[in-house]
């Protein structure tokens, strides 16, 4: 299955498709043999959080200026409650700060 940020540049489908395709639930983490080896899981998954976090960015600073662009506000509280409670519901408190500052990061400082 293509990742979301292959989908950004797939040519065959619509990346909102794969993007969509890609938004599977969490997978449990292998049995280690090592420190080293977990270590190496972890940098790896660190990358790709990075990658999909600067993707995320990009995309809402489109959908920001599409709704600039409308006349619509910069911020949407309603949207971004339900981002905040979904990670919270995934994760708990601290998954819920985990989305205030990714949310912070993709459309900078409230007003
Ligand atoms: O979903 C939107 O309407 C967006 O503008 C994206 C986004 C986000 O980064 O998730 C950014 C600003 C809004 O306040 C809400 C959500």
Do not use: F, Y
């Not at 990346?15 to 090592?34: C, F, K, N, V, Y």
């Not at 977990?38 to 990658?51: E, F, H, K």
């Amino acid at each position: 299955m293509t990742n979301v940020v292959d989908a950004a540049s797939s040519a065959t489908t619509s990346p909102a498709a794969e993007a969509s395709e890609s938004a599977t639930p969490a997978t449990s983490a292998p049995t280690i043999a090592s420190i080293d080896e977990g270590r190496q899981l972890i940098d790896d998954i660190d990358i790709r959080i990075r990658a999909l976090v600067a993707t995320r960015k990009d995309l809402s600073a489109q959908v920001q200026a599409l709704r600039a662009a409308a006349g619509g506000p910069r911020v949407e509280h309603g949207r971004e409650n339900a981002i905040i409670t979904a990670w919270a519901d995934e994760l708990g408190p601290r998954g819920a700060e985990i989305a205030l500052a990714v949310l912070t990061l993709c459309r900078g400082n409230l007003p």
